[in-house]
């Protein structure tokens, strides 16, 4: 028998499908071409099960894998602010808010209620969770730009410590993938791939 919740659960599905098209500004690894937010959050949900272990606390990885695949999806509404975008804030959650509300309010409502609070616990990012959802989220545009020589660190003239302060949140979730994210970032000037 097929339900009202089964019907509005498809239609999210299909909705959720847009996130395809929402370019990143980031490339892929080694390559010219640009990431979509599907790819990134598939790529975080890998993170996620593959690092774990470096979680400085106790997480839950099955809230932490939702998060990641979830947390970008009201981009489909508010499109990708760049995180060194000089002229709109990367905390645009009021917006952001909004659009969660809209898009997981498709879903039936205990799971639209269930993910909008899981997608405001890693906004809040004050949870084990998210610190380390965060942590992998600041992460991986870091190996991206690292390996595109310079990325979007060259493209839009992005400086160390403009990198260093937005991707420190990284230690709030994970000591050793901060201190790896260090030695990167520092690799990086001296390759002349990150201006100081």
């Known amino acids: 028998m097929i339900t009202e919740d089964l019907l509005k659960q498809i239609e999210f599905i299909k909705e959720i499908d847009k996130i395809k098209y929402i370019q990143r500004k980031t490339k892929l690894f080694n390559s010219d071409r640009k990431e979509n937010d599907a790819e990134h959050s598939w790529h975080l949900a890998m993170m996620a099960v593959v690092l774990s272990e470096y979680s400085d606390n106790k997480i839950d990885l099955l809230k932490v894998i939702k998060m990641v695949l979830i947390h970008d999806i009201v981009e489909i509404d508010a499109g990708d602010t760049f995180l060194y975008d000089k002229e709109k804030s990367h905390d645009n959650t009021e917006e952001e808010k909004k659009c969660a509300e809209r898009i997981f309010g498709i879903l039936p409502e205990k799971q639209a209620t269930e993910f909008i609070e ?6 809040n990012g004050t ?56 030695n990167i970032l520092n690799d990086s000037v001296k390759k002349g791939i990150l201006a100081e």
Do not use: H
């Open 127 to 182: 949870s084990n969770e998210a610190k380390f959802a965060k942590s992998l989220d600041n992460l991986e545009p870091i190996l991206q730009n690292a390996s595109n020589n310079g990325g979007t660190w060259k493209e839009f003239e992005v400086n160390y410590k403009t990198v260093f302060e937005k991707k420190k949140v990284i230690k709030k979730g994970s000591e050793k993938l901060w201190d790896f994210t260090k």
């Open 118 to 123: 899981v997608w405001s616990e890693f906004e």
